[in-house]
């Protein structure tokens, strides 16, 4: 009975250790649950998904598909400088429902100027401009900005204008517009754009004051809003009636930078605020409060030391070192774990090894990604020559060996030949 009772009592520990286990997992859930219906948030180093909802199920984008656009600007125009004419076609191609009231038909612009006006303050018509002085046409640039979609990686991405105006075949993705946004952002120029507040338009041919100020459409770095955000860097906003209200967001806090991507939000949450906005803080502070940078291994480390076969007395120990700094995102409680590394060799190392030469492979996994470094020779390795010159003595000294035997046995046969003749004559 005391047994039983014993088996019991574990068996009810054990339940309400798992029951308590799912309590936390549930409030993890619950800290991460946001209302927006397709959403994604990645580290922007490395790209690693931290966090999905509906990330891959295509959406209308609305005018995050501008981050495209100047992506697509950015790779193709040498100098940003350069001026360009506004079309009469640039603005009347805008359909009617969308704006078109920040340009005049005939300005002359810098390209740098109209990418601030799409950036900023989302102009439609900037848009077009762009697409049609990097394209040629309209028509042109949107092939592009599709052939560079596949080039990036996107799998559900299909543009149909440089805008986002709404087109049943123009969609993307939360994981498609992480990637773009990625790329993006590595570009200074497109970071700095991004994170603008407002900017003021200079004079043009055509405009002759500097009254047009243009404001973010982003609250999230604006700060007379309710919702700005110390860590927001950017990123692009957008809405139309079919795709309700989108947001490309980026926040950085120390060394860490987050994208997130929020896509078909309803205007309001039900607590009765911006949805978007809401939701982007809610997944950069869940991140920023519970996740750290982790060093696993620094570039130049020593990983290991082995001895190499046939090397000098003085070279044959050998460090392995990292070719590569490898850094990764953990829980906080992960930082200062141990991480075990798997090494390979490649193959039978032996003398004689320069210095740099790579000679094998170190590899980490951690939450299921893995992470690996060449491992380079810590300095030259030379060949020992001592086992062949130990070979030479030996063979001399067999050599030597076998010409005086040689010599004793003629010796021998000519005492014999000696003795032999002796007797005969008596």
Same mark, same amino acid.
């Given at each position: 009975?005391?047994?039983?009772?014993?088996?019991?009592?574990?068996?009810?520990?054990?339940?309400?250790?798992?029951?308590?286990?799912?309590?936390?997992?549930?409030?993890?859930?619950?800290?991460?649950?946001?209302?927006?219906?397709?959403?994604?948030?990645?580290?922007?180093?490395?790209?690693?998904?931290?966090?999905?909802?509906?990330?891959?199920?295509?959406?209308?984008?609305?005018?995050?598909?501008?981050?495209?656009?100047?992506?697509?600007?950015?790779?193709?125009?040498?100098?940003?400088?350069?001026?360009?004419?506004?079309?009469?076609?640039?603005?009347?191609?805008?359909?009617?429902?969308?704006?078109?009231?920040?340009?005049?038909?005939?300005?002359?612009?810098?390209?740098?100027?109209?990418?601030?006006?799409?950036?900023?303050?989302?102009?439609?018509?900037?848009?077009?401009?762009?697409?049609?002085?990097?394209?040629?046409?309209?028509?042109?640039?949107?092939?592009?900005?599709?052939?560079?979609?596949?080039?990036?990686?996107?799998?559900?991405?299909?543009? +149909?204008?440089?805008?986002?105006?709404?087109?049943?075949?123009?969609?993307?993705?939360?994981?498609?517009?992480?990637?773009?946004?990625?790329?993006?952002?590595?570009?200074?120029?497109?970071?700095?754009?991004?994170?603008?507040?407002?900017?003021?338009?200079?004079?043009?041919?055509?405009?002759?004051?500097?009254?047009?100020?243009?404001?973010?459409?982003?609250?999230?770095?604006?700060?007379?809003?309710?919702?700005?955000?110390?860590?927001?860097?950017?990123?692009?906003?957008?809405?139309?009636?079919?795709?309700?209200?989108?947001?490309?967001?980026?926040?950085?806090?120390?060394?860490?930078?987050?994208?997130?991507?929020?896509?078909?939000?309803?205007?309001?949450?039900?607590?009765?605020?911006?949805?978007?906005?809401?939701?982007?803080?809610?997944?950069?502070?869940?991140?920023?409060?519970?996740?750290?940078?982790?060093?696993?291994?620094?570039?130049?480390?020593?990983?290991?030391?082995?001895?190499?076969?046939?090397?000098?007395?003085?070279?044959?120990?050998?460090?392995?070192?990292?070719?590569?700094?490898?850094?990764?995102?953990?829980?906080?409680? +992960?930082?200062?774990?141990?991480?075990?590394?798997?090494?390979?060799?490649?193959?039978?190392?032996?003398?004689?090894?320069?210095?740099?030469?790579?000679?094998?492979?170190?590899?980490?996994?951690?939450?299921?990604?893995?992470?690996?470094?060449?491992?380079?020779?810590?300095?030259?390795?030379?060949?020992?020559?001592?086992?062949?010159?130990?070979?030479?003595?030996?063979?001399?000294?067999?050599?030597?060996?076998?010409?005086?035997?040689?010599?004793?046995?003629?010796?021998?046969?000519?005492?014999?030949?000696?003795?032999?003749?002796?007797?005969?004559?008596?």
């Amino acid at each position: 009975m005391k047994k039983k009772s014993a088996m019991i009592a574990i068996l009810s520990i054990i339940i309400l250790l798992i029951q308590a286990m799912t309590i936390n997992a549930q409030a993890v859930e619950i800290n991460l649950e946001i209302e927006t219906p397709a959403a994604i948030l990645i580290e922007s180093k490395t790209g690693r998904v931290l966090y999905e909802k509906n990330a891959n199920q295509k959406m209308f984008p609305a005018s995050t598909t501008k981050l495209m656009t100047a992506l697509l600007v950015i790779e193709n125009v040498a100098n940003i400088e350069d001026k360009t004419t506004i079309s009469y076609q640039a603005i009347h191609d805008v359909p009617a429902g969308y704006s078109t009231d920040l340009l005049k038909v005939g300005e002359e612009m810098s390209i740098k100027d109209l990418l601030y006006a799409l950036l900023v303050k989302s102009s439609n018509e900037a848009a077009n401009v762009l697409a049609e002085h990097v394209g040629g046409s309209i028509e042109s640039f949107v092939s592009m900005m599709n052939t560079r979609a596949i080039e990036l990686g996107c799998t559900n991405t299909n543009f +149909q204008n440089p805008i986002g105006v709404h087109n049943e075949n123009h969609y993307s993705t939360a994981y498609d517009l992480s990637l773009i946004a990625r790329e993006a952002m590595k570009n200074e120029t497109i970071r700095e754009m991004v994170a603008t507040a407002s900017y003021t338009l200079p004079k043009t041919n055509i405009y002759d004051r500097v009254d047009r100020t243009i404001i973010t459409t982003n609250d999230l770095i604006r700060k007379s809003s309710k919702y700005y955000y110390e860590y927001a860097i950017g990123i692009k906003t957008g809405f139309t009636s079919q795709a309700k209200n989108c947001l490309v967001a980026g926040a950085k806090k120390d060394d860490l930078e987050l994208i997130a991507v929020l896509l078909g939000a309803e205007k309001y949450n039900s607590n009765r605020e911006s949805t978007r906005d809401v939701d982007a803080k809610n997944l950069f502070e869940y991140v920023f409060n519970n996740f750290s940078e982790k060093e696993i291994l620094k570039k130049d480390e020593v990983v290991k030391q082995i001895e190499i076969k046939n090397a000098t007395k003085e070279t044959k120990n050998l460090d392995l070192v990292a070719a590569n700094q490898i850094e990764t995102l953990v829980t906080n409680d +992960q930082v200062n774990k141990k991480d075990s590394a798997e090494i390979t060799l490649n193959g039978d190392l032996k003398a004689p090894i320069k210095k740099g030469d790579v000679v094998g492979k170190v590899r980490y996994e951690i939450d299921g990604i893995e992470y690996t470094s060449d491992l380079i020779a810590g300095k030259d390795v030379e060949k020992s020559y001592a086992f062949i010159i130990m070979i030479v003595i030996l063979i001399f000294l067999l050599i030597i060996a076998f010409m005086l035997q040689k010599k004793q046995k003629r010796k021998k046969r000519k005492g014999k030949r000696k003795n032999y003749k002796t007797y005969g004559r008596n």
